[in-house]
């Protein structure tokens, strides 16, 4: 046994407390040889947990299931969801929720394991997960935090020691995943479908007190629980739209109640910029394309609104209006957020039909042009050092030409945009192609020199490194036949 009175767990599990039908109790399924693999310290530390007693063998067991900390009281959660259209029932099919641990700051957090065996959610499933898309969950979570991106986080990989049949065989993992809650859209409507009004009230009830306090005194607090989720995944989706960041897989069992981003399978980063980028392998239609992605979020938050019908007003009529009423206020928030996020992108402090028109200009330009989304902010930011000769040309001179004019219209100094530009510009993204050399590195030849470079510069990701100019660069071809996948 270990001394996990020293690990600082504090689990106070409310989920688990909640009418039977909402989970199914189930143990993590015993792996044969657990080694650790990654280990967040930074995150250990904010949930206030300390590990240094404990060996990295115990630590193995721990994070693989085999052990459970002190407290944990493990459930698989029942959800449905609407899956590229279609609805299902769902459930967690290979994550384990060991508990809600109560940080130092007084934060709950969920601490849940993936890819730790079946349960009853498992359908055809094997429970389990690979350590190749472990690890890129645990590398692309960590870039989106710190690069200001709402989202899960991954405390732990652990090698369990099995094989993994997919499509080849794969070495096993359990990822230990870390969020302020696993609540979706899915899990509402798998209330709203399957179950009765009292339990939807009672969850909704939950959710509120649970995320959202302030919304208790509320006159229609289901309705008010309707609009908060709606601002919180408009601001969640323009933070992607700023980055080049592309989901893959955003059906209604994959947006958080919170606004966090999770479910790391299929997402990539857009290299060059076209809002049509897709590379989820099973997405032929580009539902989840990036430029459809604020379209999908306001086709999911329609699917939460339906489930909450019943708890906004007793008249179904007048219920549906009012939810509708929410709903169509969508576009004209999300397009006002869109411009004022492009503009900050260049250095404004507000748009109107100039820096508009300015705006959609490069846009354009980018994508006539195949130019790198990230790297073009950096190159307006490093105009007068540029040496790449896509922006050496007169179309780019002139487009940069009237940035400056109007910022100088503006009473804008030069130095005071290139400090917004800096804040909100990433110098480091994971690119897609480093992303899966460091996997088959990692994976293949046990060498993590690339993985490491990539989880150091996704740190700082908006601070120039003259050391790691390579990770910078996109790949010649444009990630041309650059495949992504789900249930990996
Ligand atoms: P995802 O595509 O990760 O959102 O998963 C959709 C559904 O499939 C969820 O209910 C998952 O729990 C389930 N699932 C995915 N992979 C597996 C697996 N290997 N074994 C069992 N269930 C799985
Ligand atoms: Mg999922």
Not at 27 to 41: E, G, L, R
Not at 48 to 76: C, H, M, T, V
Not at 90 to 102: F, T
Not at 249 to 258: K, L, P, Y
Request: charged letters at 20%; glycine letters at 6%.
């Amino acid at each position: 046994m270990t001394k996990q009175n020293h690990i600082g767990w504090n689990f106070k599990n409310s989920y688990a407390q909640l009418p039977e039908k909402m989970f199914a109790k189930q143990m993590p399924t015993a792996v044969p040889n657990p080694k650790m693999v990654c280990f967040n310290d930074e995150l250990a530390k904010t949930l206030g947990l300390d590990f240094s007693a404990i060996s990295e063998d115990n630590k193995a067991q721990l994070f693989s299931g085999n052990l459970l900390p002190i407290g944990a009281e493990p459930i698989a959660q029942a959800y449905a969801g609407h899956q590229f259209g279609h609805f299902t029932m769902l459930g967690d099919g290979r994550a384990i929720l060991l508990g809600e641990h109560l940080s130092p700051n007084n934060k709950l957090f969920d601490i849940q394991l993936k890819g730790s065996g079946q349960t009853p959610y498992s359908r055809r499933g094997d429970g389990k997960a690979t350590l190749r898309s472990m690890l890129r969950e645990f590398l692309i979570s960590e870039a989106m935090h710190h690069l200001g991106v709402p989202t899960s986080r991954s405390l732990a990989v652990v090698n369990t020691g099995e094989k993994v049949y997919r499509e080849e065989v794969h070495e096993g993992a359990v990822l230990a995943r870390v969020m302020s809650s696993h609540i979706r859209v899915g899990t509402f409507e798998y209330i709203s479908n399957f179950l009765d009004v009292t339990t939807l009230q009672g969850f909704t009830n939950y959710v509120i007190k649970r995320h959202y306090p302030e919304l208790t005194k509320n006159a229609n607090p289901a309705l008010a629980l309707l609009k908060t989720v709606m601002n919180k995944q408009i601001d969640l989706v323009i933070n992607w739209l700023r980055i080049g960041f592309i989901h893959g897989v955003m059906n209604t069992d994959n947006m958080s109640i919170t606004g966090e981003t999770f479910d790391y399978g299929p997402c990539a980063f857009m290299n060059n910029y076209h809002p049509d980028t897709v590379f989820s392998s099973i997405d032929v239609q580009g539902r989840y394309a990036f430029g459809q992605q604020p379209g999908i979020v306001q086709w999911n938050l329609v699917c939460l609104a339906e489930a909450l019908i019943p708890l906004i007003d007793k008249d179904a009529d007048k219920a549906v209006k009012m939810a509708q009423e929410v709903i169509n206020s969508f576009p004209a928030i999300y397009k006002e957020k869109w411009w004022q996020m492009n503009g900050i992108k260049l250095g404004f402090t507000s748009v109107a039909e100039n820096e508009k028109q300015l705006i959609e200009d490069l846009l354009t330009w980018m994508q006539n042009n195949q130019a790198d989304y990230t790297n073009t902010y950096l190159a307006i930011a490093n105009y007068y050092q540029q040496t790449d000769e896509k922006y050496i040309t007169p179309d780019f001179a002139q487009w940069y030409q009237r940035w400056e004019d109007i910022l100088k219209a503006n009473n804008i100094s030069l130095s005071s945009a290139l400090k917004t530009m800096q804040q909100h510009n990433p110098e480091f993204i994971p690119r897609n192609h480093l992303v899966e050399k460091s996997l088959d590195n990692a994976c293949l030849q046990q060498n993590f020199t690339l993985f490491n470079e990539l989880l150091k510069t996704s740190k700082a990701p908006y601070q120039a490194q003259s050391s790691y100019k390579h990770l910078q660069t996109p790949p010649p071809d444009g990630d041309k036949g650059y495949k992504t996948f789900c249930g990996t």
